[in-house]
C-alpha cells in the first residue's frame, strides 16, 4: 500500500480501538488477552498503543482495573465503568450512523 494509505488507515483505527476495547472490556480482561481478542476480530494493535490507551481511558473514568494475585504472575485486570458504557453506547450509534451515511454516498456513485 501507499504510506498515505497507511497513514489513513492508522487514523481510522486508531479511534476505532477506543470504540472496540470499551465493548471488549464489558467482561473484565487483562492487557495480553485483550491484545489476542482484538487481533481476532480483526483490530491488530500493538502493545505499545494498547496499554497507553487503557491508562488513558482508566485516568478519564471510562475504564477500572485492579490487580489480581492469586496467580504466579500478577495481573491488572480492566474494565469498562459505568461512564465507559455510556461512551461506548453513544460511540456505537455515531459508528452505525456514520457506517450507514458511507453506505449511502457508495451507493449513490454506484448508481
Not at 29 to 47: I, K, M, R, S, V
Not at 97 to 102: E, G, I, M, Y
Request: proline fraction near 4%.
Amino acid at each position: 500500500m501507499f504510506e498515505s494509505t497507511d497513514i489513513h488507515l492508522q487514523e481510522l483505527r486508531r479511534g476505532t480501538v477506543v470504540l472496540a476495547c470499551l465493548q471488549l472490556l464489558r467482561t473484565p480482561g487483562y492487557g495480553y488477552a485483550l491484545l489476542e481478542q482484538l487481533e481476532h476480530a480483526g483490530f491488530p494493535t500493538d502493545a505499545n498503543t494498547l496499554y497507553p490507551l487503557l491508562r488513558r481511558l482508566e485516568k478519564q473514568g471510562h475504564l477500572v482495573s485492579e490487580w489480581n494475585t492469586d496467580e504466579t504472575r500478577p495481573r491488572k485486570f480492566y474494565r469498562t465503568s459505568a461512564a465507559g458504557a455510556d461512551l461506548a453506547d453513544t460511540l456505537t450509534r455515531e459508528w452505525l450512523a456514520l457506517t450507514d451515511a458511507v453506505a449511502a454516498l457508495t451507493h449513490d456513485k454506484e448508481n
